[in-house]
């Protein structure tokens, strides 16, 4: 199985190591000629959103990557990447990719409690290993969107027909099952 990775920003080398492992090939996304190649999945990793989204829409990627994404090619969101995702963002003018009928707010935690580890069942798993930073959550769905976490009241997870977006960080941990989860819906 191919998985591209979108690499203009943040967190996707941890990404690539968990594919790796799970014995996934990886498609490194950098510039719009690498969309040619083929893949089975994508993933958008953590990072700053403000960041990738500029990157994505300079590069010319973002819009032939919607295309995908709308298409039903399998994402797998990490924390920045849920933000990309969102089709309202409520502290930010922006949007991205806008497939994710949700709405997101970024830094949510605050300044106090902005980065911080903790366990929880996600979907059919218990005792998923959460790694938060500087993350967003998840404050409104629409009726259709599938809600696979909640950490203290709010919501961290979600899944949305080919989309799965995380609050949190599941590549930093030694903890493939999230990943498994998502080469499912990349090979069903
Ligand atoms: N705070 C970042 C943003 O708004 C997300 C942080 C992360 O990806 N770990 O983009």
């Given at each position: 199985?191919?998985?591209?990775?979108?690499c203009?920003?943040?967190?996707?080398?941890e990404?690539?190591?968990?594919?790796?492992?799970?014995?996934?090939?990886?498609?490194?996304?950098?510039?719009k000629?690498?969309?040619d190649?083929?893949?089975?999945?994508?993933?958008?990793?953590?990072?700053?959103?403000t960041?990738?989204?500029?990157?994505?829409?300079?590069?010319?990627?973002?819009?032939?990557?919607?295309?995908?994404?709308?298409?039903?090619?399998?994402?797998?969101?990490?924390?920045?990447?849920?933000?990309?995702?969102?089709?309202?963002?409520?502290?930010?003018?922006?949007?991205?990719?806008a497939?994710?009928?949700?709405?997101v707010?970024?830094?949510?935690?605050?300044?106090?409690?902005?980065?911080?580890y903790?366990?929880?069942?996600?979907?059919?798993?218990?005792?998923?290993?959460?790694?938060?930073?500087?993350?967003?959550?998840?404050e409104?769905?629409?009726?259709?969107?599938?809600?696979?976490?909640?950490?203290?009241?709010?919501?961290?997870?979600?899944?949305?027909?080919?989309?799965?977006?995380?609050?949190?960080?599941?590549?930093?941990?030694?903890d493939?099952?999230?990943?498994?989860?998502?080469?499912?819906?990349?090979?069903?």
């Open positions: 199985m191919r998985i591209a990775v979108s203009v920003q943040g967190a996707f080398a990404h690539e190591k968990m594919l790796r492992n799970l014995g996934a090939e990886v498609v490194e996304l950098r510039k000629e690498d969309l190649q083929s893949f089975d999945g994508i993933i958008l990793p953590g990072g700053e959103s960041v990738q989204g500029k990157l994505l829409q300079d590069l010319k990627m973002l819009e032939p990557l919607k295309e995908k994404i709308r298409k039903g090619l399998p994402v797998l969101a990490t924390c920045a990447g849920l933000i990309l995702l969102a089709e309202h963002i409520s502290n930010d003018d922006h949007v991205y990719f497939t994710l009928p949700v709405t707010r970024r830094n949510a935690y605050g300044r106090q409690a902005e980065s911080f903790t366990e929880g069942s996600f979907g059919p798993y218990e005792k998923i290993p959460m790694e938060f930073i500087r993350a967003p959550y998840v409104r769905v629409s009726d259709d969107v599938e809600v696979l976490s909640v950490t203290d009241g709010n919501i961290t997870g979600v899944r949305y027909k080919n989309q799965i977006a995380v609050s949190f960080h599941p590549e930093l941990c030694c493939t099952r999230l990943h498994e989860m998502f080469l499912g819906l990349c090979s069903s």
